[in-house]
């Protein structure tokens, strides 16, 4: 019975993979229901018949789906995402700036909200119904119940419009030093942190809570430890994997979840380019970021549930 | 001459739903002198944890210490902040509590936890107090003292982690240690090794003892001096013989009777009857998916058989873990049997519950240990009884409200209960009705799984004495399961030991059968006697049939 830990993680990530397959089918088969048929939309509306057909050909799109399905797995496992139907560039070309742009974006708003939201989130919970608690509590349930477009808005029109000290669109601004890069990133990066951190707060507090009512906390208590050590050294290594897996569903939205923030900043983004993909029918393009959103997903999930698995001493 | 507790008009307040304040100790006032151990006795609520809780200076959440001093080692717990008391906290004044299981963090290693006192008060470097913690471990008499500590909570068994938390308590040098039911959770035949250990340390550093307890004959063992609590009031204080050979005040006296469960008041046993109600030949059961030879991974029981006959009632002893509940869900059917067979009034009986026919169901009822688990919380008490009536018995309308009141009555609960919910009743009247709802079905046979072991002392000593009365009335038997000898032999014409699944021997008990077998007479001679000597001279061939 020396440790059960190494065989948990990798059952935990043969089911990531086993997941990943079924989103991979499910992903390929909901984008080829889509209504309208390619060829017809990408020659408009005066081809004739024998130019569409011929199109098919080519694009492979007369051949059964489950064969598509086939060769688009096997591509995908080549690193050969397929070619964009709307502007004949590689999928993996259109993608890679605009996956940069995002995992920066995201990076960034990490960088920010979790430290803070874990420091909220704890300390409400050390001064439990003290002034402070209550302060934080109702500010993170404004936070959640003002939709993003709203903070958006209003950082644009307070930031942008009366007081000028920011750009409103981050593309369009050239990051040349840090404080370019502060200047360029703030208005978004502080709307994510708006958006993603009232769910982390709130989850981190109520599972800190939940330990501080147990014998052991009561316990160490009564050995005369102060607050600050019953919380960090009794409560917050029991509380762990709740509060990892909360970070892990904030952080998923991150990827793709912002294209109303990338919109309003103009951010040129995944999420939007994914949108765009969807008005011009440009099938490779869809399958591929809902792959990337998918994947993202997956490995934030999966990596919450190693760190449960790592911090729980009855698995060692 | 002052003392070194002296305890004033104190009072404690809890707060209610409502937001009002009550009064939950009504003015208490106690001495305790230093080496001296003084017992809190008294059933569950009636404030004696709260009362010990004080001298730490701590009411727990919802509560406030609202009046009186509270005088510790010279320093009023009661007056002083929460960062002065603090400081005392571990060093002056240390916690036993009542799990250990519990109070121990699952995330850190015991050792890291036994000698968190002496880190957070900076008493000593840690090396040494690693030292000092192993010297402790060795004086509890805790097995692999010098590798115990690098193990976590879970590793370690209830009756280790009760001692480890006494090593906790006692690594701070405490002048005063509080100790909260500490062997309530315990087999006996552990408790016997852990109250040893305790009463060895704690008179070796000459230490002032608070030992809160429900149990007489364990307080008996360790006290000098016993108070007894109720409702938050002392009823009397005196030195252990004089509580025990002269109790004054009523509810002591009750207490004491308790203790003596009547063994009389039963009709005797029918004689001659042949065919045995029910007949158990070589049972096996257990858990986890079936191996290639048929068998479950874990075997619970091995080969059991046991007889009961109309009338008469078994009883089934043992530690916990040694299978007798496990035997009990066999028999009902809720984990079916793998081997062996069951034979009820005659008939054989399938292993599988869901394959007996409702009659068979009907005869042979089971009561479980925790009514709190057993009974819908969402359900009235009525719609609890009316349930087996429909089912079984497809009564209806009229005719079913008569017989839930009639069933009400044979518990003794008034009727008026039928429409409350199981929150709104106490422990005791939980199980009467838990007990009621096997009554319902009008079976010839209920199995008692530990049905009193949650209980006080007086609240058990009621309910052995309404299963007596309505056996005589009904003419019931009993397969009454407990780890308390006292209240089977109270009950039972026959008791069965089991030991790690199989039975280890059978005891008439009107016989005056001496137990044969090793554990038996281990498991017999572990049970405290309300004899304050019985610890000290308790026979230690004990010790070596442990090791056999």
New interface residues.
């Given amino acids: 019975m020396k440790s059960r830990v190494p065989s948990l993680i990798l059952s935990r990530l043969l089911i990531a993979l086993v997941t990943l397959t079924i989103v991979s089918f499910a992903v390929f088969f909901a984008t080829t229901l889509l209504p309208g048929d390619t060829a017809t939309i990408l020659l408009g509306q005066a081809a004739t018949p024998e130019a569409i057909a011929g199109l098919r050909t080519a694009m492979h799109l007369d051949e059964p789906a489950l064969l598509r399905f086939v060769y688009w797995i096997a591509g995908l496992f080549q690193g050969d995402l397929g070619t964009s139907y709307a502007n004949h560039v590689p999928v993996a070309t259109l993608i890679s700036g605009r996956l940069a742009n995002t995992l920066k974006l995201a990076g960034l708003t990490t960088l920010v909200s979790v430290p803070l939201a874990l420091t909220l989130g704890i300390t409400a919970a050390m001064w439990r119904r003290t002034l402070y608690d209550r302060i934080v509590t109702v500010a993170t349930i404004g936070i959640i119940s003002v939709p993003e477009f709203v903070v958006a808005t209003l950082a644009v029109l307070v930031f942008a419009v009366y007081l000028k000290w920011l750009p409103a669109l981050s593309f369009t601004y050239q990051v040349d030093s840090f404080a370019g890069l502060l200047r360029a990133y703030a208005m978004p990066v502080v709307t994510l942190t708006f958006v993603v951190s009232a769910q982390m707060i709130r989850m981190s507090r109520a599972a800190v809570i939940e330990t501080l009512n147990?014998?052991?906390?009561?316990?160490?208590?009564?050995?005369?430890?102060?607050r600050p050590?019953l919380v960090l050294?009794?409560a917050l290594?029991?509380a762990l994997s709740p509060i990892a897996n909360a970070v892990a569903l904030s952080l998923s939205y991150l990827l793709g979840g912002v294209i109303i923030v990338e919109t309003i900043f103009n951010y040129p983004g995944i999420a939007k380019l994914m949108v765009d993909a969807v008005s011009t029918r440009d099938l490779p393009l869809i399958q591929s970021c809902a792959m990337i959103f998918c994947f993202g997903y997956l490995l934030l999930i999966t990596a919450a549930d190693i760190v449960a698995i790592l911090?729980?001493?009855?698995l060692? | 001459m002052t003392n070194l507790v002296e305890i004033r008009g104190l009072t404690v307040e809890a707060t209610t739903d409502s937001g009002r304040w009550i009064q939950i100790l009504k003015g208490i006032d106690l001495d305790i002198a230093a080496g001296e151990t003084v017992a809190f006795i008294g059933e569950s609520g009636s404030g004696k944890t709260t009362a010990a809780m004080t001298l730490?200076g701590?009411a727990?959440p919802g509560c406030r210490i609202s009046g009186g001093t509270v005088r510790v080692d010279g320093r009023d717990m009661a007056s002083l902040s929460e960062k002065e008391r603090?400081?005392?906290?571990?060093?002056t004044v240390?916690?036993v509590?009542q799990?250990a299981a519990?109070?121990?963090?699952?995330?850190?290693t015991i050792m890291d936890q036994v000698i968190?006192?002496t880190r957070?008060?900076r008493l000593m470097p840690p090396d040494e107090a690693r030292r000092r913690a192993v010297a402790l471990f060795h004086a509890l008499s805790l097995p692999d003292p010098d590798g115990i500590g690098d193990r976590?909570p879970?590793q370690v068994s209830g009756g280790q982690l009760q001692r480890l938390?006494a090593a906790?308590a006692l690594i701070g040098d405490p002048k005063v240690v509080i100790f909260d039911e500490p062997t309530t959770a315990l087999d006996v035949t552990t408790q016997v090794e852990v109250l040893r250990a305790f009463k060895a340390v704690t008179a070796k550093r000459r230490i002032a003892c608070v030992y809160v307890s429900h149990d007489l004959a364990v307080v008996a063992q360790i006290a000098d001096r016993i108070m007894v609590l109720r409702n938050g009031a002392v009823q009397e204080t005196g030195s252990v013989d004089d509580i025990l050979t002269r109790p004054t005040h009523p509810y002591t006296k009750e207490l004491l009777h308790a203790f003596h469960p009547d063994t009389g008041g039963r009709s005797a046993p029918p004689v001659g009857d042949a065919a045995p109600l029910l007949e158990i030949k070589t049972l096996s059961a257990g858990y986890g998916p079936p191996q290639p030879n048929g068998q479950p991974l874990v075997l619970a029981v091995q080969g059991v058989s046991l007889q009961v006959k109309r009338g008469t009632n078994l009883g089934i002893i043992g530690e916990s873990g040694c299978g007798k509940s496990t035997l009990a869900r066999a028999i009902a059917g809720i984990l079916p049997a793998c081997k062996g067979d069951i034979q009820f009034d005659g008939r054989e009986l399938w292993h599988s519950a869901g394959q007996r026919s409702r009659e068979q169901l009907r005869d042979l009822q089971i009561v479980f240990q925790h009514a709190d688990t057993a009974l819908n919380p969402a359900k009235s008490i009525e719609d609890i009884l009316g349930r087996p009536l429909t089912f079984y018995h497809g009564l209806r309308g009229k005719a079913r409200d008569a017989r839930v009141d009639a069933l009400l009555d044979m518990v003794h609960l008034p009727r008026a209960l039928r429409h409350r919910r199981p929150a709104e009743l106490s422990g005791g009247q939980k199980q009467r009705v838990n007990f009621a709802r096997a009554l319902a079905a009008e079976p010839k046979l209920i199995l008692c799984d530990e049905i009193t072991s949650a209980l006080d002392t007086v609240v058990a000593a009621a309910i052995i004495d309404l299963l007596k009365e309505l056996q005589r009335e009904l003419g019931l038997s009993y397969i009454f399961i407990s780890h308390d000898l006292s209240v089977i032999e109270a009950i039972c014409d026959e008791i069965i030991v089991m030991y790690r699944g199989q039975t280890v021997e059978t005891i008439i008990p009107s016989a005056r059968q001496q137990p044969q077998h090793p554990y038996s007479q281990l498991l017999f001679s572990s049970v405290p006697k309300l004899d304050p000597t019985w610890l000290d001279t308790l026979n230690s061939d004990a010790d070596r049939m442990r090791v056999a």
């Avoid at chain 2, 519990?102 to 850190?108: D, E, G, L, R, T």
Wanted: positive net charge; charged residues 20%; glycine residues 4%.
């Fill in positions: 147990t014998p052991y906390v009561e316990m160490a208590l009564l050995k005369g430890a102060s050590r050294r009794h290594p029991n911090s729980n001493p009855r060692r | 730490l701590y727990r603090a400081a005392l906290r571990g060093t240390a916690y509590p799990s519990a109070a121990f963090n699952p995330a850190a968190e006192v957070i008060h976590y879970h938390a906790m």
